[in-house]
Every structure is written in structure tokens, then in C-alpha cells.
């Protein structure tokens, strides 16, 4: 079995899609692509790519719409493609769910390497405790809607999360009790550009503390290892 990892190119240029896979492809990645959103979602069906890189600015469902769907319904890491330069455009993109992104024109040596450094960062976290399924989840009194992206206390009062501050708590809720680095929480949530969000994980865990600790001083949810990074100390159930 070719154990390469496989990558789906998502562009609707073909001066830049089919160059772009052949360049992949003699560097050892194997690679599929598609020219949009409609034959992205029907090759999904059918095929589960290690990574999507996804160019944003096309006809139909664009980048950012079909990047808000692969994260709603899947783990795959996704690469931007995007001919837009300014910053709040790259933030959307990262709020959104990507994984990292690059400006068009680009160096496809680079693309390479952010493909190489994102697959690095995803494999780094440990794969024999599988995520908990998307749902309701409850843990230590809380409830977080995966639907409505709420969080509702004990009583059913809502607590309002950013998109950053959701993400986060998703992703510990999703791999509770382990350990996971400063660097590893930055990948999952917003891709290595997450210094664009402005805030560090340090500052969106000492946020999430204050609105689930009973003393945020002296946290029982989500702990800190020093020297090593955070956990989320409770136990998770779908409901």
C-alpha cells in the first residue's frame, strides 16, 4: 500500500491546479484535485486525503464556505490558497478552521513545505485516543451545543465563547486527560499564523478559565503540566 500521504488540490485555475499536483506528485505526495466545491464534496464521499489545499476565490461555494463544512464534518487539515493580501482576510480564514495559508503567487516549494510542516504538527498528537464523537458534550457541570456552539452552565444559561475560545475548548474536550503542548494546541486551532488572532494560547486558556472554573486562580478543568502544557482534567460524555 502507498503510504505517502495523499493531498487533494482544490482550484478552479487550471494553469494552477494541474501544475501544482505534478510538482506534489514528484515529491512524493500522492495527489488528487478538483476544480471546485461541487467535485470537492463528491470526491469526499469516495476518499479521505491527509490534506486539502483549497483556494478560496472561486466560482459557486467559495474557499472559506467549503472550509467552514470540512470543519463542521472532519479532521482534515486545510491549506488556503488565497490572492488576497490583507490581514483580515488571513484571519478569517484561520477563524474558520484552516490549518495555514498562503498568498497567491506563491513558490510551490513553499506550499511543499507548509504542507510537510502541517502534516508534522497534526501527526504529532497521539492517534490511539480517538476523539470524542461531535455532539452535546458534557463535562465537569457543562454542557457545550457542537451545533449552536454554545456553552450552558448547569442551570442552562448560555456563556458566550469566541471563535477562538470555542475551537480551543473543542479541541480538549475532544482528547481529555492528555497532555497536549503549547504548539500543539496552536496547530489544531489555528494553524501556525495563530499570532495573528493576537492573543497567545496562554491567554485563550486563562479566558476559558474564567468563564468555567469555579476560581479561576486555582483551576480544576483545565490544568496546567509545567514544562509541558495543558489538560483538560474531567471527564467528557456525548449526550
Not at 470526491?43 to 467549503?66: C, F, H, Q, R, W
Not at 502534516?119 to 476523539?131: F, K
Not at 465537569?140 to 480551543?168: C, F, H, M
Request: hydrophobic residues 40%.
Amino acid at each position: 500500500m502507498n503510504k505517502a500521504p495523499h493531498i487533494l488540490v482544490v482550484d478552479d485555475e487550471d494553469d494552477i491546479r494541474e501544475p501544482l499536483a505534478k510538482y506534489l506528485s514528484k515529491n512524493g505526495m500522492r495527489v488528487s484535485s478538483a476544480n471546485g466545491g461541487s467535485a470537492l464534496r463528491e470526491m469526499l464521499k469516495s476518499t479521505a486525503p491527509n490534506l486539502i489545499v483549497l483556494d478560496i476565490m472561486m466560482p459557486g461555494e467559495d474557499g472559506l464556505s467549503l472550509c467552514r463544512h470540512l470543519r463542521k464534518t472532519t479532521d482534515i487539515p486545510v491549506i488556503l490558497l488565497t490572492a488576497m493580501a490583507e490581514e483580515t482576510d488571513r484571519i478569517v480564514g484561520l477563524e474558520v478552521g484552516a490549518d495555514d495559508y498562503l498568498t497567491k503567487p506563491f513558490n510551490p516549494r513553499e506550499l511543499l513545505a507548509r504542507i510537510k510542516a502541517v502534516l508534522r504538527h497534526t501527526n504529532a498528537i497521539p492517534s490511539d485516543v480517538a476523539p470524542t464523537p461531535s455532539g452535546n458534550l458534557t463535562f465537569a457541570n457543562w454542557i457545550l451545543d457542537t451545533q449552536r456552539r454554545e456553552l450552558l452552565d448547569s442551570k442552562g444559561v448560555s456563556v458566550s465563547l469566541s471563535t477562538a475560545e470555542y475551537r480551543l475548548l473543542t479541541i480538549l474536550l475532544q482528547r481529555p486527560n492528555m497532555v497536549l503542548s503549547r504548539d500543539q494546541l496552536l496547530d489544531l486551532t489555528a494553524g501556525r499564523d495563530a499570532v495573528l488572532f493576537d492573543r497567545s494560547i496562554d491567554n485563550q486558556i486563562s479566558h476559558l478559565r474564567k468563564k468555567i472554573e469555579a476560581d479561576a486562580k486555582k483551576p480544576k478543568i483545565i490544568q496546567t503540566v509545567w514544562g509541558v502544557g495543558y489538560t483538560l482534567a474531567a471527564d467528557v460524555a456525548e449526550i
